[in-house]
């Protein structure tokens, strides 16, 4: 971004620029300079010479074969002398660096070079050879970007559908490319018996459909062989017709388990639920459908039905749909992500009050470098809230990543400090976090140094001060009895309960005694929900927790 390139030749000095030792000594700050013409007074190549050689990089030595030339250009060296150079410059060894330094400067006064000229230039080249890259792999690397950054552009489609593709054995690859997805506007639609292929195929003009393949457990020859008998036969009416037409020695139970955890069988007419109860029915009644098949092969003179297994029927009941955790956990557990929705909607409306903004709201603007002097970022105090997705450990820190749907942030603590929290931070939990937001320019992104941390219930408790019940239009003495059963064990807390009425003709707020404050934890808020639905009740916060 900053360097903003307009030439493949940027593209090459990008390739080679991007690496730990060129971000770490202020090299690309001055490469991003000289380009924009932001130095003080016209680019120094150094010797006059040395212009064609130093032009592409703005004067900057950047690759190992610019050490080779200034050797040959100025010093007289053959190639294969300056070859010679541009090892013992990588290798650094003291002995040989001094026999090269002489062969240099004399070459170099030899054909007209200042003595401290060349010495100076020599000083240069030793210096950036610790930083110099090979320009031919640059300029391969540089030409597969291009060309990845090209179809990705043009065929944002086919191109990340191809990339899901050849990572789809490995999770977290699969994991953090559908993120990338929905951030340029991708739809990734779910595994369907019915529509999906082995590997990622594209289903519209910008949508993905999941492959099958791509879900745990679920074989690659178990694939092939549904989407042959698919494509042969038709679609999949029920789950009775997946199992009565597959191959039951490889489509076993845990792959039709599999299948309709992670919402591979929705297509077949009937929620998740019912779909898991029946399973047993229905291969069963695949079993009977082998049997009744062999029985009819052996009716040599075909007095049997000409299609034994047409007459089992297959019957199931109806069972209520999971709820979304059970989903959504089922699709994490199968395809290592949440697919159909995820785990932070239910409390982003609820935290909403208390945190400084969603991660892509506190992170969405890139601060600016101070000319010569890259980012001076000292960090800024943000509460941010979200879904632990992935908790490590890198260079004696303890790192996690937030996830909130509108982005994720990497945030990271000292040890001792992760030992303080370390019961709240796991995988999959809710948290609030306190800390300071900076830049990382090696990495251009933003990292967050965590100090405070709390889980749901916490901020619920310091932090909500009113929960507002809307009273349903026709109640009955069971509702009222079934309210205070469920708010009586939760007294005793600072929130206060609100009961807000809108009728046709009346409009009223009731606020109880302080009796019956309550704690808001969340086994209130899932039983309220039960009882008045998600849009039945919400809770009201104090200002945020770094206002």
């Known amino acids: 971004r900053r360097l903003q390139p307009d030439c493949f030749e940027d593209i090459v000095a990008l390739v080679a620029l991007f690496r730990p030792g060129p971000l770490q000594s202020g090299m690309v700050d001055d490469f991003i300079a000289r380009k924009h013409g932001k130095t003080t007074g016209p680019i120094d190549y150094l010797h006059p010479d040395l212009k064609p050689v130093l032009a592409p990089t703005y004067g900057v030595i950047l690759y190992q074969e610019q050490v080779m030339q200034i050797a040959q250009v100025l010093a007289g060296y053959t190639l294969g002398g300056a070859d010679l150079l541009r090892r013992a410059m990588g290798k650094k060894k003291p002995e040989e660096m001094a026999k090269q330094r002489s062969v240099f400067i004399e070459g170099a006064t030899k054909r007209g070079v200042d003595h401290d000229t060349a010495a100076h ?43 899901l593709s050849s990572d789809m054995d490995k999770t977290e690859k699969v994991v953090a490319l559908k993120y990338e997805c929905d951030q340029i506007g991708l739809t990734v639609e779910p595994p369907d018996v019915n529509q999906s292929q082995y590997m990622f195929t594209v289903s519209g003009e910008r949508r993905i459909r999941y492959g099958l393949g791509a879900i745990k457990g679920v074989g690659q ?21 997946l199992c009565r037409r597959s191959d039951m020695t490889r489509m076993n139970r845990r792959v039709l388990e599999a299948l309709i955890r ?32 062999v029985v009819g092969q052996d009716d040599l003179f075909g007095l049997l039905d000409p299609d034994p297994a047409a007459a089992i029927s297959f019957e199931t009941e109806a069972l209520p749909e999971w709820s979304r955790r059970v989903r959504l956990e089922g699709e994490r557990d199968t395809l290592g992500l949440y697919l159909t929705g995820h785990p932070f909607e239910e409390f982003e409306a609820e935290v909403r009050p208390i945190v400084s903004g969603s991660i892509a709201d506190v992170t969405g603007d890139r601060p600016t470098p101070a000319p010569n002097e890259g980012f001076r970022f ?14 490590g450990k890198r260079g004696g820190r303890v790192i996690f990543t937030l996830d ?25 939990a809710i948290l609030i976090v306190e800390g300071s937001l900076r830049f990382d320019e090696y990495i251009e ?32 003495r069971q509702f009222v009895k079934t309210l205070e059963a469920t708010l009586r064990p939760h007294r005793g807390g600072r929130c206060a309960v609100a009961i807000r009425y809108r009728g046709k003709d009346a409009r009223a707020d009731l606020v109880l ?29 104090a200002p945020r927790l770094d206002a």
């Open 404 to 428: 909130d749907r509108s982005a994720r942030l990497e945030a990271s603590m000292f040890e001792e400090t992760w030992q303080q929290y370390r019961s709240l931070i796991a995988k999959s």
């Open 262 to 293: 992670s919402g591979a069988a929705d297509s077949l007419g009937a929620n998740r639920a019912t779909l898991m109860h029946s399973l047993p029915a229905a291969m069963q009644l695949a079993d009977q459908t082998i049997r009744a098949r």
């Open 121 to 163: 230039i020599f000083d240069l080249m030793e210096k950036f050879a610790g930083y110099g890259f090979n320009k031919s792999h640059s300029a391969a690397y540089a030409l597969l970007s291009y060309q990845t950054a090209w179809l990705k552009a043009h065929y944002p489609a086919a191109f990340m559908s191809a990339v």
């Open 221 to 241: 020859a178990v694939v092939e062989s549904l989407v042959a008998e698919r494509e042969a036969n038709g679609p999949y009416r029920d789950l009775a017709d």
């Open 445 to 476: 992104g933003w990292r967050l140094n965590a100090k405070r941390v709390f889980d749901i219930d916490h901020a619920r408790e310091q932090h909500a001060r009113r929960l507002i019940i809307r009273w349903p239009e026709n109640v009955d």
């Open 513 to 541: 005694s302080e009796e019956w404050c309550v704690r808001p934890t969340r086994e209130l808020t899932e039983k309220l929900a039960q009882l008045c639905g998600n849009d039945g009740f919400r809770l009201m916060y």
């Open 378 to 391: 000292q960090g800024k105090p943000v509460t941010i809230a979200g879904m632990v997705f992935d908790v």
